[in-house]
């Protein structure tokens, strides 16, 4: 699930966030070296130049981008989008015949065949809440046994769940209408008081309250949330914004836009449906994400990405809501078979009813040899004692008399979100963590990078964090591409700076060692991660190359690593 507004319109609201606002991080701070810019970031500014000055070549390499969408067409990225070699655009024809048409810059599984969308979707709680409801509602489990009895176990826990987050949400709505009435207030009483109803920020530097407390603390109300975003000539459309999307989509058991795409959400055989909309209805998210991978450097515009050759190939999977696990899945697959050698994936969930299908997917990834990069939530949890999927860990098949062995994939990297603050408070507050299911931490609070329409906007969160960590595998995988998957995985948790001293844990007051928050100890570091690859022997592994008919009895060779 990606960012959700509902959330950042409640922060331009909530008082407590205007008085701990913290200073503006420095301009492209995950870029930066400790010991160079004395910001903890990825070091990669440093890394490439080091590389460069070896003389070192790279390769190009394609690093999927599994999110919101990407606007293909931004400054800042339209030069380094994948292109499909065996497709001619628009003309209509899945010209390479891999089932996908005109998929140019990668593909759309939230489409629908007449071109429209899914933009917000329902929570992998509430489609749960839904399936067993129709399954269990007045039941007497007096009746049931074995298997029957266990899932309807499980279905009262999803139904206390279910109940506990529309209640939830209904008091946020109740709190969000209630700071939004102080600020329409506020916003009155300053319109009063100047003669119309809009105003800026100049308006009120000029504006003399003449003492007049209830004026002085408009003012002072309208200060703090104007420069975020928060105006008398949008209120309206943000109150409506902010009023339930949560209840009116994510946890509205009668809300199902699936009809769009026009497949069977629960025919898992079903791997072509979508559409070539790479940019969907809202590609805010996906388009920050690819450019904190791989946004042109040293172009004079915006900002500079961690890699400096790779080619961002989009699967649009996510929507405003829970992805569901069909969609993640194939879009693994498709990223997997055009070529890409890194996945990136910023979202996450507390349930996954068909994780079966994504570890075939996971397990399909590996033996192609190819690294995925999730991120490990935004919730302060600790991924260790509670779920957040997709993840690393699978089951196997039980065997006869036996449970189903768990096992990881080796080619998972799970990343934490780091702060550009010291001391103490080096984590992001809101970050999972996690001793044994998170491997590392990577800048993830207040990093600027592109987003739709050629803007430039600053995110916070692990969402955030996982690409800095995948531009950096991006570095190794492009100057070293003798190494696998596996091998470039174990390099960055080797590599990572490593962290002394206590951190405040996420989400609380308590201070631990920052050891005890991730497997490595450590923050990823490119620096370190260059000079640990340069000693490290190639892995055995079958070459990997993918051919796709190009029509005319033609065939193209995609990637051959």
Not at 290 to 297: E, P
Not at 314 to 343: H, L, M, Q, W
Not at 504 to 531: H, Q, R, W
Request: glycine share 8%.
């Amino acid at each position: 699930m990606t960012i959700k507004r509902i959330f950042l319109v409640a922060a331009w609201c909530a008082p407590v966030l205007f008085l701990s606002a913290q200073t503006k991080a420095p301009d492209n701070w995950f870029t930066l070296d400790k010991s160079k810019d004395n910001v903890l970031g990825t070091s990669s500014d440093k890394a490439l130049a080091m590389l460069k000055e070896k003389n070192r070549k790279s390769q190009p390499i394609i690093v999927a981008v599994l999110d919101s969408g990407v606007d293909f067409l931004h400054e800042d990225l339209k030069d380094i989008m994948w292109v499909n070699p065996g497709e001619i655009p628009g003309n209509g024809i899945d010209d390479d015949r891999n089932g996908y048409v005109d998929d140019i810059h990668g593909w759309n599984f939230l489409g629908g065949p007449d071109g429209q969308n899914v933009h917000h979707e329902t929570l992998e709680l509430t489609r749960e809440y839904v399936r067993l409801s129709k399954k269990f509602e007045g039941t007497n489990p007096k009746n049931l046994y074995g298997e029957a009895k266990k899932e309807y176990d499980y279905y009262l826990k999803i139904k206390e769940a279910f109940e506990e987050a529309r209640q939830k949400a209904e008091a946020t709505k109740a709190q969000i209408a209630a700071q939004f009435e102080r600020v329409e207030k506020a916003f009155a009483t300053i319109a009063a008081a100047l003669g119309k109803t809009s105003f800026t920020e100049d308006d009120l530097k000029s504006l003399d309250t003449k003492g007049d407390k209830d004026l002085d603390e408009a003012v002072a109300l309208a200060k703090r949330v104007l420069p975020r975003g928060l105006t008398p000539d949008n209120i309206a459309q943000q109150k409506e914004e902010a009023s339930g999307d949560q209840l009116r989509y994510n946890l509205n058991p009668e809300y199902n836009p699936r009809y769009i795409v026009g497949d069977n959400p629960e025919d898992l055989t079903n791997r072509i449906y979508g559409n070539n909309d790479y940019r969907g209805p809202d590609a805010a998210h996906g388009t920050h994400v690819a450019g904190i991978i791989a946004a042109i450097r040293n172009n004079n515009i915006g900002i500079n990405g961690i890699a400096d050759n790779v080619r961002i190939m989009t699967v649009r999977c996510v929507p405003d809501g829970d992805e569901r696990d069909k969609d993640v899945a194939n879009a693994i697959r498709y990223a997997v078979d055009n070529g890409a050698s890194i996945i990136n994936m910023s979202f996450g969930k507390g349930y996954s009813p068909d994780k079966k299908y994504v570890d075939d997917a996971v397990k399909y990834a590996a033996a192609h040899d190819v690294l995925l990069v999730h991120a490990a939530g935004n919730d302060a949890e600790n991924n260790d004692t509670r779920p957040n999927f997709p993840n690393a860990n699978y089951l196997e098949p039980a065997r006869k008399g036996l449970f189903g062995k768990q096992k990881t994939a080796p080619n998972w990297l799970e990343v934490g979100a780091l702060s550009w603050a010291s001391g103490e408070r080096r984590i992001a507050s809101f970050s999972n963590y996690g001793k044994r299911n998170v491997h590392l931490f990577a800048p993830g609070y207040q990093i600027k990078s592109t987003v739709p329409d050629n803007e430039y906007a600053s995110f916070s969160g692990t969402s955030m964090a996982s690409p800095a960590a995948a531009g950096v595998a991006a570095i190794i995988r492009s100057y070293f591409p003798e190494l696998s998957a596996a091998q470039v995985r174990d390099i960055l948790v080797q590599s990572v700076q490593k962290q002394e001293g206590e951190v405040y844990k996420p989400g609380s007051t308590e201070k631990v060692k920052f050891s005890d928050l991730c497997i490595s100890g450590g923050v990823v570091n490119a620096v370190n991660a260059v000079m640990l690859a340069e000693k490290t022997s190639p892995a055995k592994k079958n070459k990997k190359a993918i051919w796709r008919e190009a029509g005319a009895g033609k065939k193209v060779k995609i990637v051959t690593p």
